[in-house]
């Protein structure tokens, strides 16, 4: 990579981002073992698969936004049952549309459905799945990028390490890459 900051930079750029910085080895360390305990308010078991892979690249990069930012490109979270099975998802305002017509779906929330029909052999699962973060890519010298959001705790975890206000309209996300 010719400019090592470009990542950051880029990222620094963007609207809604009102700070970014690279994570330290022990922040992330701190982040390992809290996401490992992380279960829903509904005591269903919480797999943040987007930070596991944040934890394989060789940078990661957070972003700390405010509602400007703009939304993931794709779900940040769904429900999957044990057999792999798709049991709800995240809307966002430009899916809504997808399912408000549908008789097959519960709204748990203005953001996320459920399909009532679809059944856990036993066990069901709250997935944080890696999300894409283009912006990051070959281009800028970033290859396996992946984004993902912490859970609260792992949140109020990088703002009192970092010493940022925890102020409810801002929220982190993290970026992680290798370096081509």
């Known amino acids: 990579m010719s ?10 750029k963007m609207r809604g981002v009102i700070n970014a910085f690279y994570l330290n080895h022990e922040t992330m360390e701190e982040l390992r073992d809290e996401e490992a305990t992380v279960r829903s308010t509904m005591n269903i078991d919480v797999a943040n698969e987007g930070f596991n892979e944040a934890l394989q690249r060789e940078k990661v990069i957070c972003i700390l936004k405010d509602p400007r930012f703009r939304p993931p ?5 769904i429900l999957r049952a044990d057999n792999g099975t798709l049991m709800g998802t995240e809307v966002f305002p430009h899916t809504a549309k997808e399912y ?13 459905v459920v399909f009532p029909e679809i059944r856990a052999d036993k066990q069901e699962y709250f997935i944080m799945p890696p999300v894409s973060f283009p912006e990051l890519n070959p ?9 993902c959001s ?4 792992s949140d109020m975890i990088i703002k009192k ?7 409810p309209k801002l929220a982190t996300i993290l970026v992680a890459y290798n370096i081509i």
């Open 150 to 153: 912490p859970s609260p705790t």
């Open 3 to 12: 400019d090592p900051n470009l990542p950051l930079d880029i990222i620094k």
């Open 73 to 77: 490109p794709e779900p940040t979270v």
């Open 100 to 112: 408000q017509s549908r008789t097959d779906v519960i709204w748990l929330s203005d953001g996320f």
């Open 139 to 147: 281009d800028n010298g970033c290859k396996d990028v992946v984004s």
């Open 161 to 167: 390490n970092y010493k940022m206000e925890d102020n």
